[in-house]
């Protein structure tokens, strides 16, 4: 086989205390230095996003009295991604009383993530989870609530206990809100500058310290420079290099890749989240998949017909002849086993010919039971949105027949590598939410990533990054220094080329071709074979992308097409990382199956003597070979055993 990286040295995060795993998070916060109040106005933090993450950091670090700079792309802060999240998110607090703790909440992410994630990181990410819905519910976040006036939870998968805050079907929507006034308040007092419609497109690093950002104005096109003391990534995920999948259309990995090539190590970027329910792809017409949040696991029960090719409706069917494989193979967690589990299962039993709808991609997800059981009255008002929602989309009425749902790329829980303190390999470059690799390990469970970006920001960046900030206010780096001038001509550059190009093919035509080989190869059952294969494909489609885009318009204007070709530029290189990441990694974990991996009942198999480690990749500048450093993995508390929902 073609070698397609070399190994480097390991590496380690020398930031996480050891000792009791009870007590790091509270001596972490203990030793990090403080920056006395009248010195943060001194001292100036880039923030780009203005997701959950983004917006949660960026109201803290104002109302701690830095001085923030907040980007996004977007018309306004509270249209980032977040908004789409459904189904809510999770803590400890066991109001239900049914057995839940921070040390379950931790052993059922670790045990979860199928062993990938480091064992700090996770306690300290439930530990704040108490903390995190004090806090919205002190900012007005609307949680559902049960009778008696304490806030309801729900189940989500890969656990046996309710602890899953919500709102309606639209928790991350009333999140953002949250983190959104928050911000608002910071803009009003001038301690936020809030630039909207501003994308990043490149990192300024002097004297191996990120210093400041290149911005494109996207409404007049205007390229600028904005310098700071540190920055902080908050951009979101890249599932979109998949073209299809549940994220928003503008989703994309810009940020964190220039940051990558900059010298930021990229961490474990192959684990990608299969979604098990979400709306079957209709056609080629489509640009984007539509979530059915994992909350109505809850009360939906998955199944197919028994025998493969039956075509009947699915009220024709009786019960005796229908499968509830969910219930049947799993039967502790039923229809609430982890995404990654579900998603395969829904996988083996269409390529059994026992799909349905369209193709045979797709299995039901019934609330006939529910609605029996409960009333049609109780489940409108738990999921009365995403019925709607699912209704417009398809035409059909899910109070009458099953829904028809099929698994999609979700969630990226590779990202940025961070230390503990959510440093990058770049001092002064912190990365929190979704665009960093740190809690999730190779599968997340569900309403964990809205639990994960508001820890990120409420709570652990403002302490660590004051660490470093401690050290500051640093020199002042003038416009003219040769590394902005520097950083700034290759966004210049990088432009026009692509403007001129003037090829014959458009941005779109390139993503939705790089999407299928991803889909195809790198998707939801990965061959040593196949991803050889989606290598030489990329590489030459990347080729031929540089010869034959046709980008209209100028730089100077409003242009989409021009940012879309930035975007997926840098979706082609991630593409390939992505692919070589999946291609060394000969086991399967989680989200990542690798077919040559399984064991004789068709479960990931993982090899842990030697797979126990975060690949952290660095960047090969002139199409150079990536170097892997390895982070070994210490399970001190929650031993690695087989994953069995069964
Ligand atoms: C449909 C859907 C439903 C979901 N439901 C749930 C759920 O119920 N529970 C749960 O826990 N998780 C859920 N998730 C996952 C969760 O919503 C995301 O992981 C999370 O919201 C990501 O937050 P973030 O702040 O990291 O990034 P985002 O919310 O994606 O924000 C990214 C920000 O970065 C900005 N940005 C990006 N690149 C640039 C650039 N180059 N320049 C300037 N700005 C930039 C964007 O403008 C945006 O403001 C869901 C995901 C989807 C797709």
């Not at 306004?76 to 809510?88: C, D």
Request: glycine letters at 10%; aromatic letters at 10%.
């Amino acid at each position: 086989m073609i070698e397609y990286w070399s190994e480097g040295d390991p590496i380690a995060d020398t930031a996480a205390p050891d000792g009791p795993i009870e007590t790091r998070w509270e001596r972490r916060k203990f030793s990090a230095k403080l920056v006395n109040p009248a010195n943060r106005r001194k001292l100036t933090v880039i923030v780009v996003g203005t997701g959950l993450a983004g917006g949660s950091a960026a109201a803290t670090l104002a109302e701690a009295g830095y001085r923030v700079k907040s980007y996004c792309y977007q018309d306004s802060p509270r249209r980032a991604h977040s908004i789409a999240a459904q189904g809510g998110i999770n803590a400890a607090k066991n109001y239900r009383n049914d057995g839940d703790s921070v040390y379950r909440l931790f052993y059922d992410t670790v045990k979860g993530g199928d062993f990938r994630a480091r064992e700090s990181n996770v306690y300290r990410l439930a530990s704040v989870s108490l903390n995190i819905i004090d806090q919205c519910v002190a900012q007005g976040v609307p949680f559902a609530r049960e009778y008696g006036g304490l806030l309801d939870n729900r189940s989500f998968g890969g656990t046996q206990v309710s602890r899953t805050f919500y709102a309606r079907g639209q928790t991350g929507q009333q999140l953002l809100l949250g983190a959104y006034q928050a911000m608002e308040r910071q803009i009003g007092l001038g301690t936020i500058e809030m630039n909207a419609r501003h994308e990043m497109l490149e990192l300024i690093v002097v004297d191996g310290k990120a210093r400041g950002i290149v911005v494109r104005d996207l409404v007049t096109g205007e390229i600028t420079t904005e310098m700071a003391d540190a920055v902080v990534l908050a951009s979101g995920g890249y599932g979109n290099v998949f073209f299809l999948s549940t994220n928003a259309k503008g989703c994309n990995v810009t940020a964190s890749w220039r940051a990558h090539r900059k010298g930021a190590l990229f961490g474990n970027p192959c684990y990608t989240q299969i979604h098990p329910t979400c709306i079957p792809e209709s056609g080629t017409h489509q640009s984007k998949l539509t979530l059915m949040s994992e909350s109505l696991r809850n009360d939906g029960r998955v199944w197919v017909p028994r025998v493969a090719g039956d075509s009947r409706k699915p009220g024709d069917i009786p019960e005796e002849e229908r499968d509830y494989y969910l219930e049947r193979i799993y039967p502790s967690f039923g229809n609430l086993v982890p995404r990654d589990i579900a998603s395969r299962a829904a996988k083996n039993v269409c390529d059994e010919g026992r799909g349905v709808g369209p193709g045979g991609l797709g299995v039901y997800l019934d609330f006939a039971d529910a609605i029996q059981r409960l009333g049609r009255q109780a489940v409108e008002e738990k999921y009365g949105n995403l019925f709607e929602m699912y209704q417009r989309i398809t035409g059909e009425d899910p109070y009458q027949v099953p829904m028809r749902i099929y698994p999609a790329v979700h969630y990226t829980m590779g990202g940025l590598w961070v230390d503990y303190d959510l440093q990058s390999t770049i001092p002064g470059l912190f990365v929190v939410g979704e665009a960093n690799f740190s809690d999730h390990g190779a599968n997340r469970l569900g309403a964990s990533a809205l639990m994960q970006g508001l820890g990120d920001g409420y709570f652990v960046l403002p302490t660590t990054l004051g660490n470093y900030l401690a050290a500051g206010p640093f020199e002042t780096i003038e416009q003219d220094h040769e590394e902005v001038q520097r950083a700034r001509k290759g966004v210049e550059d990088r432009i026009s080329r692509l403007l001129q190009i003037d090829g014959d093919r458009t941005v779109d035509s390139f993503h939705r071709e790089l999407g299928h080989i991803m889909w195809e190869y790198c998707g939801m059952e990965r061959t040593e074979e196949g991803l050889a294969k989606a290598i030489s494909l990329i590489r030459s489609l990347r080729e031929e992308f540089w010869q034959r885009v046709k980008v209209p318009g100028a730089g100077e204007q409003l242009n989409q097409n021009l940012e879309k070709a930035g975007r997926v530029a840098d979706f082609f290189e991630l593409a390939e990382l992505m692919c070589i990441d999946a291609l060394h990694r000969r086991e399967s974990c989680g989200g990542h199956f690798r077919a040559e991996s399984q064991t004789p009942d068709g479960e990931a198999l993982r090899h842990d003597d030697e797979f126990s480690y975060v690949a952290a990749w660095e960047y090969a500048p002139d199409g150079g070979k990536p170097t892997l450093h390895k982070e070994r993995l210490e399970f001190e508390y929650v031993h690695p055993s087989t994953r069995s929902y069964k």
